[in-house]
């Protein structure tokens, strides 16, 4: 090596073993993990007494009815069956309550209605007390 050179230190980066989670995208990623392999159905499942799990059964229109066999036995058509059961029936349910309440729509819509008039017409002031009372949890 020339004398007029001179060799640069050697330094070692190491990388952090476990990268920061940015905007608790890895908790997403973890959930979209769990649910593609029905781990959110089973522990649903393990929640529900027999009764429930037979109403279930029964609305996913399964031959096997027995509600002691664990999800991860069944079939995945069967498990997909259940899934769908399960959304209907909740469905159902927020409706019903829906109904039950008048179709009353959320307090906070009617002030989104003035804060997106208020934008409309260039008012940014008027539409950020809107959204104010809105983040408030006036209404």
Do not use: F, Y
């Amino acid at each position: 090596m020339p004398s007029n050179v001179s060799q640069l230190p050697v330094t070692h980066r190491q990388t952090p073993a476990v990268e920061p989670d940015r905007g608790e995208w890895g908790a997403l990623r973890a959930e979209l993990h769990d649910r593609c392999n029905d781990q959110d159905l089973a522990t649903k499942w393990i929640e529900l007494n027999a009764a429930e799990r037979r109403m279930l059964m029964a609305s996913a229109n399964l031959p096997q009815r027995d509600p002691r066999t664990p999800i991860q036995e069944m079939p995945k058509a069967s498990r997909e069956a259940i899934r769908a059961a399960l959304h209907r029936m909740s469905r159902h349910a927020s409706d019903l309550i829906d109904d039950m309440s008048g179709h009353r729509p959320h307090p906070s819509r009617e002030l989104a209605t003035h804060a997106r008039q208020a934008l409309a017409e260039g008012n940014t002031e008027a539409a950020l007390h809107w959204l104010a009372i809105i983040e408030r949890g006036v209404a």
